[in-house]
């Protein structure tokens, strides 16, 4: 239990609660921010309010995550799930996952006429209101909104009567070269204004700071004044990530010659899975027959499942596998092997193991994976990476850069960090921990409670 009489309110789209076959409740690692919300908890009591996922249905409107597995690590965390309208719920997420998101990553979005929007724009107003409504306590001493999904939320907090300092962290980037259109301008607005009612707004890098502040100037300069914007990057929880890794048992498949290849991610456009995929292919193709065996090991989670551009994703990547493997027969081996499921203590172990990590995102907000296999790392494995990965805007003088996303880039990428000498390889290495054990994920709670202004009474 927290000594302490504050109490802070969590808003996010989802929390990290799964379901057993007998409807029991456990904790499941994923992705977002939802990793770090015990760093608060260890501040302060967290009151955490979110909307249920599909495989949440059934579950306990209210529970305390102090009461499952793992308790140590979360603390006096209470879980509620909101009520909302499905349907507006359903509309709502189809249109952060087909609209929204891509343009966050610089991606292509569709463009409708203007007035196709108004009901999205409508159903993220509902649904964020619902959610914000089911958060008011006046025991609490201030909010962090986080998820793009409910960059409308500190309007409705902010309008409910309640004197309480409201941040929003932003987790995702903020578009550098989005397409320059009624759309995409009508879309960024819609979010922009929603933040701008936070009284702080954090980001994970200054690039993506910088963005959102030249796009307010540009198109909404009357609503600039008077708003805190902070850079705070997301981090890991160090001693427990050391902790878990002195528990599990190293058991990879692997030989002690073999070279390890990982790459962990959702199965999402963004995580550029395909061209790592093929980029790797590539790149075994050039090596000598008489050298070590090398593994591809890709643990990848479903995303998105119920839209069929992402099923079709994940079959493409399946194929892929199959392709790459045929092409690389001549080696008597599978050098690609493919983990689907969320299965978080198998990917952390390849994480000790790994000989190169590859995090080549087109854009990524964190990429926690990189920090933790900084910190978990027992080879003096190099990261291989893109330059728009969160990550890269504090580790990328100790990890190799791809010059860009496609697959020739990444595979000369691969050829430079083949080519690293032992020692650069552990001085890189001892660098990266090095940072990650300085700025660990404490750091960043401490910014939250700063920006809502009550540290001083922890």
């Not at 966050?104 to 979005?109: E, K, N, R, V």
């Not at 990590?357 to 964190?366: E, N, T």
């Not at 728009?388 to 996303?405: K, W």
Request: charged share 20%.
């Amino acid at each position: 239990m927290i000594e302490s009489d504050l109490k802070i309110g969590v808003l996010s789209r989802r929390a990290p609660i799964g379901k057993t076959n007998d409807s029991g409740v456990v904790i499941e690692h994923i992705g977002g921010l939802t990793r770090v919300i015990p760093a608060i908890a260890q501040l302060a009591r967290v009151a955490w309010t979110t909307l249920p996922t599909d495989s949440q249905v059934g579950l306990p409107k209210h529970f305390s995550l102090s009461t499952l597995p793992d308790q140590e690590l979360w603390h006096d965390i209470k879980i509620s799930f909101a009520e909302v309208n499905n349907d507006e719920l359903n509309k709502s997420d189809w249109f952060c996952n087909h609209y929204i998101w891509p343009l966050l990553h610089d991606l292509p979005i569709p463009n409708p006429d203007q007035t196709d929007l108004a009901p999205y724009f409508t159903a993220m107003d509902s649904i964020g209101r619902d959610l914000a409504m089911q958060s008011i306590d006046r025991t609490i001493s201030g909010y962090l909104v986080n998820d793009f999904q409910l960059s409308r939320v500190p309007n409705t907090l902010k309008k409910s009567g309640q004197e309480t300092t409201v941040t929003f962290f932003l987790h995702t980037p903020w578009p550098k070269m989005f397409p320059q259109n009624a759309c995409a301008t009508r879309i960024l607005e819609f979010m922009a204004t929603g933040m701008l009612a936070a009284d702080v707004i954090q980001f994970q890098t200054q690039n993506d700071l910088r963005a959102f502040e030249n796009f307010v100037l540009e198109h909404l300069p009357t609503q600039s004044k008077g708003i805190t914007l902070e850079v705070n990057p997301v981090s890991v929880n160090v001693q427990a990530l050391q902790d878990a890794a002195k528990s599990e048992i190293n058991q990879m498949d692997l030989g002690d010659g073999d070279v390890s290849y990982v790459h962990i991610a959702r199965t999402d456009p963004i995580k550029n899975t395909l061209p790592t995929i093929l980029a790797f292919t590539e790149f075994v193709k050039g090596l000598e027959d008489s050298g070590p065996n090398n593994y591809l090991d890709l643990y990848l989670v479903p995303s998105r499942q119920k839209w069929p551009d992402y099923q079709l994703l994940l079959s493409e990547i399946v194929a892929c596998v199959e392709l790459c493997n045929s092409e690389l027969a001549a080696l008597n081996y599978r050098p690609i092997r493919l983990h689907i499921g969320n299965d978080y203590h198998r990917a952390s172990r390849a994480l000790t193991r790994y000989d190169y990590l590859l995090v080549c995102s087109i854009a990524d907000g964190l990429n926690l994976v990189v920090k933790e296999g900084a910190v978990l790392n027992k080879r003096n494995g190099v990261i291989v990476s893109s330059p728009r990965v969160g990550a890269m805007a504090e580790l990328e003088d100790n990890c190799v850069l791809a010059d860009g996303v496609d697959q020739a880039s990444i595979s000369i990428a691969l050829k430079k960090a083949a080519n690293l000498n032992e020692e650069t390889r552990r001085v890189m290495s001892m660098q990266l921990k090095s940072h990650v054990n300085e700025f660990d994920v404490s750091r960043w709670a401490k910014s939250i409670v700063a920006s809502l202004k009550i540290l001083e009474k922890v």
